[in-house]
């Protein structure tokens, strides 16, 4: 067993899967929003979205195999 005072060091900080998901989720909507005034700017949004939402998917997808072990 590992005590708690070790516990605390072998945590890594990193972004929860779910802030990804709602970026993708942002710049869906801005891509949106900016295709309706014609900007070029929609088109890198519109780009940028998946990526979003794939590092999202990855970050999903290791929590719940990782929740599988314990």
Same mark, same amino acid.
């Given at each position: 067993?590992?005590?708690? /005072?070790?516990? +605390? ?6 972004? %929860? ?21 014609? /900007?070029?700017? +929609? ?6 979205? %998946? ?20």
């Amino acid at each position: 067993m590992i005590p708690r /005072s070790d516990m +605390a060091l072998n945590t890594k900080r990193k972004i %929860p899967w779910y802030a990804y998901f709602v970026g993708g989720m942002v710049y869906t909507a801005f891509s949106g929003w900016l295709f309706a005034e014609s /900007s070029p700017l +929609a088109w890198i949004c519109l780009l940028s979205a %998946p990526v979003g939402f794939f590092y999202a998917w990855r970050g999903w997808q290791q929590e719940t195999q990782h929740r599988g072990e314990a």
